[in-house]
């Protein structure tokens, strides 16, 4: 079973940044889409950020500006910057990659508080 390993969540204050890490073991991500979800606690998971096998990328409005995904090819890994975060970027992230089936990870907290 594919499967997907997130890391890099944790507390920081507001303006701090953290980055989330995804990794596999059974899926080359390269050659799939992946993405970054979040979801608060009462609301919908919700796309934060995404990038394609070309490397396009899309945001969300809400990150824009502040979140950067990336991979690395050699290390089978997504990545999500985060910068100048916010309160209302308090969430667990979850990993996502489209390959044939999706593919979540378990997720990580993120809180952002002071």
């Not at 919700?46 to 290390?75: N, Q, W």
Request: with cysteine.
């Amino acid at each position: 079973q594919a499967q997907l390993v997130e890391s890099g969540g944790g507390s920081v204050q507001p303006g701090g940044s953290l980055r989330l890490s995804c990794t596999s073991s059974t899926i080359i991500i390269q050659r799939n889409t992946a993405a970054w979800y979040r979801q608060a606690p009462g609301k919908e998971r919700e796309l934060v950020a995404g990038i394609t096998p070309g490397t396009d990328t899309r945001y969300a409005d809400s990150v824009k500006g502040r979140f950067t995904i990336s991979r690395d090819i050699a290390k089978n890994t997504v990545y999500l910057q985060m910068n100048s975060l916010k309160s209302e970027d308090t969430a667990v992230y979850y990993c996502n990659v489209k390959a044939g089936y999706s593919y979540w990870g378990q997720g990580t907290q993120v809180t952002v508080t002071s």
